[in-house]
């Protein structure tokens, strides 16, 4: 069965302090991981897709990376207005659903 | 609009009635996808539609759920004889064509079935 798995489910950091959020998954096959940011009532807001083992992409803060099993992550000195959901989602081959994990719910404390 | 618009935001409904839950994609977008997500889980895929055409509906959880999307633009989810546990935010996304584009999504709307 296709399965994404995010940890940690919360995470607390304190402004400036560097962390990263994991992205495990079992599919049949990867068409693409789908990084997504979600505000508390907003609908998610897309930040990044990776598409094979090695590909890297960046965006202010935030860096993700991918291998074979799991994705990464990165955000570097954080601001409070970092905080919020992150969301990894899986695209399967031969398909166009996305599979979604339940989330990391990352505050930023100033 | 700029962005995917869904209608309304909030709906209560009262328990075995029907709604009708409204989506506008972004312009010229040709695939909509609905998702459903409850407190504290990722969303849950319902239904893709490619034009006009549902491509992929292996997410509806029963013949209770129904959605269409007449002219390939607005799309519309509809729920039939409405039970509690369907109370969830139901969010709308779409995207340029079924290649690898990212979909972008709708603020949602949160139905609460009373």
């Known amino acids: 069965e296709d399965q994404v798995t995010q940890s940690p489910e919360a995470l607390r950091l304190q402004e400036g302090e560097s962390s990263s959020l994991n992205c495990s998954y079992t599919v049949s096959g990867l068409r693409g991981l789908f990084w997504y940011r979600q505000d508390p009532g907003k609908g998610p807001e897309f930040l990044f897709t990776?598409?094979?083992a090695g590909e890297e992409k960046e965006k202010e803060r935030l860096k993700a990376t991918l291998t074979k099993k799991e994705s990464f992550l990165h955000i570097t000195a954080p601001k409070p207005e970092d905080s919020a959901t992150y969301l990894c989602a899986v695209c399967l081959q031969g398909a166009q659903k996305l599979v979604f994990g339940q989330g990391t719910r990352l505050t930023i404390n100033p | 609009g700029a962005g995917v618009s869904q209608t309304p935001s909030n709906k209560v409904t009262e328990k075995g009635k029907y709604v009708e839950l409204r989506c506008d994609p972004i312009s010229g977008h040709t695939a909509l996808y609905w998702y459903r997500q409850s407190l504290g889980q990722g969303p849950e895929f319902l239904i893709y539609f490619q034009g006009t055409g549902a491509a992929d509906d292996s997410g509806l959880p029963n013949d209770r759920f129904f959605a269409v999307r007449p002219e390939g633009s607005v799309s519309t989810l509809k729920i039939q004889r409405t039970e509690r546990g369907d109370s969830a935010v139901y969010l709308c996304?779409?995207?340029?064509?079924?290649?690898?584009?990212?979909?972008?999504f709708g603020q949602g709307t949160r139905l609460t079935v009373v």
């Open positions: 996304a779409s995207s340029r064509d079924r290649g690898k584009t990212e979909a972008f």
């Open positions: 990776l598409y094979s």
